[in-house]
């Protein structure tokens, strides 16, 4: 779920894409009603980029946390908490409110849009060679082994100069420890960019 001031930053960085004129997709894992996405989206159809948009979600709602998540998660899946894919009934998007948004409402062009329903851990790696290049990764995803499987996965796809936007960074413990660990371990020295009290972005 994401504040005026997420949807503002995913819209302002998608128009930024297509000023320079930067090949790749816009990615979103964890997509909730696709409003952010849906902006990104919009930028790219405006512009008439032919640029592909991908989403991610089980669109049943958040996983199980893991004991990577801490306490906070814990009490917020109401102690289900082993890193099971199965749903908590939190953050549930239907995919009928997002191909309304996209579709009816946005009139986006179909033959762009990519949407994969499943758990990331079982979707991710049997997209990641179809999508190619990423002008875009956002990361909403709330949990550790989430953030975690989105960086290991598609990080290397965003082009040089393309941006990394993680929506629970200062929300949720186990986002954060995943995007440290991944920046530590790769050597990435960047600043990260708050959006508002809970995301952040950085460039490639």
């Not at 997709?25 to 008439?48: L, N, R, Y």
């Not at 946390?65 to 939190?90: F, T």
């Amino acid at each position: 779920m994401g504040s005026y001031e997420r949807l503002e930053n995913a819209f302002e960085l998608a128009r930024n894409i297509e000023r320079e004129r930067k090949e790749g997709a816009f990615v979103e894992c964890g997509v909730w009603k696709g409003g952010c996405i849906g902006a990104m989206a919009s930028v790219a159809h405006q512009a008439d980029s032919h640029r592909h948009i991908w989403l991610f979600d089980s669109f049943e709602g958040l996983p199980e946390p893991s004991s990577q998540d801490g306490s906070v998660a814990e009490r917020y899946s109401k102690g289900k908490a082993l890193g099971a894919l199965r749903s908590i009934q939190k953050c549930v998007g239907p995919l009928q409110d997002v191909n309304k948004l996209f579709f009816s409402i946005l009139g986006l062009k179909k033959e762009y849009i990519h949407i994969e329903k499943g758990w990331l851990q079982h979707t991710l790696p049997l997209a990641k060679k179809n999508i190619g290049s990423i002008a875009i990764l956002r990361i909403d995803v709330d949990w550790y082994e989430s953030t975690k499987c989105v960086l290991d996965l598609l990080y290397d796809q965003v082009v040089p100069g393309g941006y990394v936007i993680i929506d629970d960074y200062g929300h949720w413990e186990g986002c954060k420890k995943a995007v440290d660990e991944f920046m530590q371990k790769r050597s990435i020295r960047v600043p990260l960019q708050w959006i508002d009290y809970t995301g952040v972005y950085f460039v490639k």
